[in-house]
């Protein structure tokens, strides 16, 4: 069965201080794997496709990796906007995203 | 540029009351239309999705349905709502001709509360 875990569940850090989320998945084939943020009352915001391991992408404060088991959010000097929970996903067949719980990160000025 | 809107943005309704959630896209045509919905203290879980007029899948049973009644319209339904079917729903597009395995665009998003 397609699963999704990410951890932890929820992270607090000061402002400036670098971290990383994980996403760890098992499915039969990766065909994408996704990264949104979500602030609270609203939709998922897109912030990365990665499609196979070794592939990285980066915005601003935040880099998205991918192996073959895991994906991590390296989150550098974080800033209070940044606080969201970020969510992870696989491509579950061809129109299915599983998604992980979410991880709540909150940025203390 | 595309965007996607859905109404009402809340909405609170008796148990054995009808539903209908609406959502539109803006800015492209064809796309892939889907519904998910998120319970407090879950993760988003698709309910149905559609690749084209008329042609609806569903991933969960339940009391919903959805239609899809022109190409960039996409309803969500109950005759009866249940207690359960409290959450936060959300709409979302994608390009279909990018291929399958593209990034799924999420709307606003619409919370409804069942008493």
């Known amino acids: 069965e397609d699963q999704v875990t990410q951890s932890p569940e929820a992270l607090r850090l000061q402002e400036g201080e670098s971290s990383s989320l994980n996403c760890s998945y098992t499915?039969?084939?990766?065909?994408?794997l996704f990264w949104y943020r979500q602030d609270p009352g609203k939709g998922p915001e897109f912030l990365f496709t990665?499609?196979?391991a070794g592939e990285e992408k980066e915005k601003e404060r935040l880099k998205a990796t991918l192996t073959k088991k895991e994906s991590f959010l390296h989150i550098t000097a974080p800033k209070p906007e940044d606080s969201a929970t970020y969510l992870c996903a696989v491509q579950a067949g061809a129109q299915k995203l599983v998604f992980g719980q979410g991880t709540r990160l909150t940025i203390n000025p | 540029s595309q965007t996607i809107h859905q109404w009402p943005a809340t909405l609170v309704q008796p148990v054995g009351s009808p539903l209908s959630l609406e959502c539109t896209v803006e800015g492209t045509s064809n796309p892939n239309l889907y519904w998910y919905r998120q319970a407090a203290g879950r993760g988003l879980q698709l309910l149905f999705y559609s690749v084209g007029i008329g042609q609806i899948s569903s991933e969960v049973p339940q009391n919903l349905s959805a239609s899809r009644p022109q190409d960039r319209q996409f309803i969500l339904s109950s005759k009866k709502l249940l207690l359960s079917d409290s959450g936060f729903y959300l709409c979302a597009w994608r390009h279909r001709l990018a291929g399958e395995y593209n990034e799924q665009f999420f709307g606003p998003g619409t919370r409804l509360t069942v008493l």
């Open positions: 990665l499609y196979s």
């Open positions: 499915v039969s084939g990766l065909r994408g």
